[in-house]
């Protein structure tokens, strides 16, 4: 099967709950995959850090270029809204950010998914002011949106953590319509159609502005990755070159990149 989508045309698979699949057809799978096209791609769904997953009872490994190529980073993702929503300090975040970077392999690290929202999680916009709504009866779900005073909150740390996102190793992923603002309880009213004629266009700009420099700034895709932090509320991403070159030893000719990031007092 996977040859076969791959003559036709796939560059690639992603596979649902990975660490639910044997090893060994994953071992496979990837020699499968890699024999027909040497550059596709095997991503997997995995919740926890990838390195050492205990999955049934066994330890796993998806970093070791036998398995997958890269995961769904939902630690990262955890990471940065318990951050922006008072949960953690920015000690705690980098602490996390660092146990990844550690843990992984450079080109591991480096080719993430960075997911921000996720069609089995509430919208972020909800998850971000902590109205996901799981109390309510189901039929009462669909019906909720977020006040103007929260709304308003839920874009600016959204903002925030797309800035964050497009700063960090990886690959930044939005999930269809967070960037016009949709709103969502958890599934299934996660995945709601794109309110085609009715986005918010403000935010959609400032998303763009961002993955528009993210484009335009080589060191923000390549270059190594230093971080730290002022407080407890101010995160510190610092990208750049290393004598001229990237993290994989090519030439990088951009200029440092600095990004401060600090979260707002607010906690609901």
């Known amino acids: 099967v996977a040859r076969h989508w791959l003559h036709h045309g796939a560059t690639g698979w992603r596979l649902d709950v990975a660490d ?16 027909e096209n040497p550059d596709s791609t095997l991503l997997g769904e995995v919740w926890e850090d990838a390195s050492n997953k205990i999955a049934y009872g066994q330890m796993r490994c998806y970093t070791l270029g036998d398995t997958l190529d890269s995961v769904m980073n939902y630690p990262l993702r955890d990471a940065i809204i318990h951050f922006l929503t008072g949960a953690h300090t920015a000690a705690q975040a980098v602490r996390s950010i660092r146990s990844l970077q550690e ?24 998850v971000l002011v902590n109205r996901e709504y799981t109390a309510l009866p189901i039929a009462e779900r669909g019906q909720q949106s977020l006040p103007q005073n929260l709304r308003a909150l839920a874009e600016e740390r959204f903002l925030k953590m797309v ?5 960090l190793p990886g690959m930044p992923a939005i999930y269809y319509g967070d960037e016009v603002g949709m709103e969502g309880a958890t599934d299934p009213f996660c995945r709601g159609p794109f309110p ?11 998303v763009k502005q961002a993955i528009a420099l993210r484009h335009q700034r080589p060191v923000l895709r390549t270059g190594a990755l230093r971080l730290s932090y002022e407080g407890a509320d101010t995160l510190v991403i610092e990208r750049s070159a290393i004598h001229g070159k990237d993290v994989f030893g090519q030439p990088l000719h ?13 906690r609901v």
């Open 254 to 266: 951009d200029q440092p990149y600095i990004l401060r990031i600090t979260r707002d007092a607010y």
């Open 103 to 126: 843990n992984y392999p450079v080109p591991f690290f480096y080719s993430l998914m960075n997911l921000m929202g996720s069609h089995d999680r509430a919208r972020i916009l909800n």
């Open 196 to 206: 085609w004629g009715h986005e918010d266009t403000p935010l959609r700009k400032h």
């Open 163 to 167: 800035q964050i996102f497009m700063a």
């Open 20 to 35: 639910e699949l044997p090893m060994s057809f994953l071992r496979e799978l990837r020699a499968a995959v890699k024999a």
